[in-house]
């Protein structure tokens, strides 16, 4: 059966639903023969080459939804930085400390439902001079309008993150202060004015397989880029605290999920990448993926720029340039 998939899908055919819900009862040795297919089928659209990106947590908490995985939520007792918008030279500086060690992409990533306009006037200004450092700029500030996207992309702005975090059905069990449909309106938004989308969710926050399938397809119909798989890290102090982290096997199974569905995207690995996969870790190409979020993530550590290069060097992969 999932030999039968991998060649549907490198003739250029797509996975329904119902595959999808049969590649995730693959188990025992059974899911080394599903990761070696997604690992081929990686091959096969993205090659050899791993995209890398790097962000910097621009506006530290303070927020004012309720997200139940965040340490930023409004809800949230985790003991966190907290601190306003960071001045133009340390953004310029962690820009060039991230080209530096190599990576492609760079992304401002500020806390709250939205980015006040005096910020995004800020932001803005920096994106250009992120492109003369010879990154390429991403931005995740929340839910805009398209005035304020048309403000950041004549800036030069190239991608906008906006994760769904998860399907339309298990949404509201992780957040009532925003809808899925504000959601769903950014990302339309983000990509009539031509810009590139990254969008993708947390994993292990107590969805079922069915609610990542859903999730894997409407990205696919909504026609995202990238699409960044993080996994649930239970912080003392938020409403997921008590929450088991997912085995190492179940988080390398929904990369090669993805990879089945979403064949020629971005499939990126970031949060929680070190937490859950631990000693697996040097899996995630294997399973599929073919970017990653490299350096630290928003209010966790994690992994330094030297030991994911040699990663990537050790499975005779290049990074994008």
């Not at 530096?100 to 910020?119: M, N």
């Amino acid at each position: 059966m999932i030999k039968h998939l991998e060649e549907k899908i490198l003739h250029g055919g797509g996975l329904s639903k119902e595959d999808a819900l049969s590649l995730t009862e693959v188990s025992g040795c059974d899911i080394f023969n599903l990761f070696a297919s997604a690992n081929r089928i990686r091959n096969h659209f993205k090659g050899n080459n791993v995209d890398l990106c790097s962000i910097v947590n621009a506006k530290s908490g303070l927020c004012s939804e309720d997200c139940s995985f965040c340490a930023q939520s409004s809800k949230s007792k985790a003991k966190i930085d907290v601190y306003p918008l960071l001045r133009k030279e340390i953004i310029i500086q962690k820009a060039k400390e991230a080209k530096e060690s190599g990576a492609k992409r760079f992304s401002i990533v500020t806390s709250g439902k939205k980015i006040s306009q005096k910020h995004l006037l800020k932001i803005a200004d920096i994106i250009s001079e992120i492109i003369k450092i010879g990154l390429i700029p991403c931005v995740s500030l929340g839910l805009l309008t398209e005035k304020e996207l048309f403000q950041l992309k004549s800036n030069g702005l190239e991608r906008y993150h906006h994760n769904l975090e998860t399907s339309e059905r298990f949404f509201p069990h992780i957040c009532s202060t925003h809808s899925y449909d504000d959601k769903l309106r950014t990302i339309h938004v983000v990509k009539s004015h031509g810009l590139s989308v990254c969008s993708g969710g947390i994993f292990g926050m107590g969805e079922t397989w069915q609610d990542r399938i859903d999730m894997a397809f409407l990205l696919k119909d909504l026609d995202v880029d990238s699409v960044p798989i993080n996994f649930l890290i239970p912080i003392k102090g938020t409403a997921l605290e008590n929450r088991d982290i997912l085995h190492p096997f179940e988080a390398l199974k929904i990369i090669s999920l993805y990879r089945f569905i979403l064949p020629d995207k971005e499939i990126r690995i970031c949060g929680g990448r070190m937490q859950v996969l631990g000693e697996f870790n040097s899996m995630v190409f294997l399973a599929g993926a073919d970017s990653l979020l490299t350096g630290n993530c928003l209010t966790t550590s994690g992994r330094s720029y030297k030991d994911d290069f040699r990663l990537i060097e050790s499975y005779g992969l290049t990074t994008k340039t």
